[in-house]
């Protein structure tokens, strides 16, 4: 069967990883490994040939981009975003490549990633087209950590690296743990599966189960006490990111941080005009600084509320949520309409409304996101409107 051809993007700068650009080609039926240097971590994207069906996992949020170019690039279409867990050192772009793409996400159930369509217990499968990947249990980095079996193929996420493996001094970790997953679960798949970490810090990109058991230095030949004496003996510095990245990875890589109900000024965000809390919103609307556009779809606005007097400009459609291609004509008139006054955008948890301010900016309008959405993000028991949000807040809405 033909390759798939992939437009070159650079996307790692490492002196040793050859190229430093995403393969002009694809062999049949091997992973996509795309590469961010500022954290070090390996992002993959499986694509099944015959339907076009993917899933991509451990995405960065820097790199959505990327990531999206490489999707469009292969004519696939993205079913999952899979994390091997909750990272400390990155935030995830999860859910924006859901609202990209519409693709949904799945987590491991041991991470309390509460937003996730799918909560992975072992042994689960996910599909796509004619592909399975399958979910393996591997705590230790974090108590929640798994990893995914494919063909022959095994992504280890922060498990098993390369000549190394993950520390286990933080979020639940055990080395203990830690040996039990690598020696009686990844040790024992075939030696020649390949091994797709999550991260390397040194120009390497796969390895095989075979040659990690017979040379990792970490573990190879080690006895569990060993290797247990080892990890606590490392005192590693904390990650540089751990307490931003941990919360937004549980939301998918939702950063919402409103602020004061008070805050009288945006926060900076890239590729729009800024974040605003929904009382700073509430407040610009009222003295004509800016106007609340309401992008979520009809159906949303009937069942669970509305702003009263906000014009909607939907920016997916029920049912289906697919993309609403009316769109840009639709919220330029509407731009034009009020004399050009920045647009505050508005959806259910300011996911959607971020890719609706984005693409309003590339329009060469000026907008805004309103964190937190309309209802906020789902309690522990998913329950929304209890945390954060426009109704939360005790914004003006009405229901019909």
Avoid at 81 to 105: M, V
Avoid at 254 to 266: L, R, T
Wanted: hydrophobic content about 40%; proline content about 6%.
């Amino acid at each position: 069967m033909p390759s798939r051809q992939l437009r070159c993007s650079t996307y790692d700068h490492t002196e040793r990883r050859p190229a430093a650009r995403l393969p002009q080609t694809v062999i049949a039926m091997q992973p996509i490994q795309l590469f961010d240097p500022e954290s070090s971590t390996f992002t993959y994207l499986l694509v099944d040939p015959h339907s076009g069906d993917a899933v991509i996992i451990d995405p960065v949020d820097h790199q959505l981009e990327r990531d999206l170019a490489a999707i469009r690039d292969q004519n696939a279409r993205l079913l999952w975003t899979i994390e091997t867990h909750a990272h400390a050192d990155h935030i995830t772009s999860a859910a924006q490549l859901i609202e990209h793409t519409g693709a949904q996400a799945a987590t491991p159930a041991g991470c309390g990633i509460q937003p996730a369509a799918r909560q992975l217990q072992d042994g689960d499968v996910i599909n796509f087209g004619d592909e399975t990947l399958t979910a393996i249990h591997t705590p230790g980095h974090t108590a929640g950590s798994m990893s995914f079996l494919w063909r022959d193929h095994v992504f280890t996420g922060d498990t098993l690296l390369i000549d190394g493996c993950g520390r286990t001094d933080f979020q639940s970790g055990s080395a203990d743990a830690l040996y039990t997953s690598i020696t009686e679960r990844l040790f024992t798949l075939p030696p020649e599966t390949t091994v797709w970490p999550g991260h390397d810090y040194k120009g390497r990109t796969k390895s095989t189960i075979g040659h990690e058991r017979a040379h990792n230095s970490r573990l190879a030949h080690r006895s569990r006490a060993d290797f247990i004496a080892l990890m606590d003996a490392l005192h590693l510095p904390k990650p540089r990111r751990i307490d931003e990245a941990v919360p937004a990875n549980l939301q998918l890589g939702v950063q919402h941080h409103a602020g004061a109900d008070d805050s009288d000024a945006p926060r900076v965000a890239a590729g729009y005009a800024g974040d605003v809390t929904p009382e700073l919103a509430w407040r610009w609307w009222q003295s004509g600084k800016g106007v609340v556009v309401d992008i979520r779809t009809n159906a949303e606005r009937e069942w669970v509320g509305f702003v009263p007097d906000a014009p909607a400009v939907a920016w997916k459609q029920w049912p289906g949520m697919a993309m609403n291609p009316d769109f840009d004509a639709q919220i330029q008139a509407l731009s034009a309409a009020h004399g050009g006054k920045p647009l505050l955008m508005l959806c259910r948890s300011g996911v959607r409304s971020i890719a609706s301010a984005k693409r309003a900016t590339e329009l060469g309008l000026t907008a805004y996101n309103i964190l937190e959405g309309f209802e906020g993000d789902p309690d522990s028991a998913a329950h929304r409107s209890t945390r954060g949000g426009w109704r939360h807040r005790g914004l003006p809405w009405r229901q019909n």
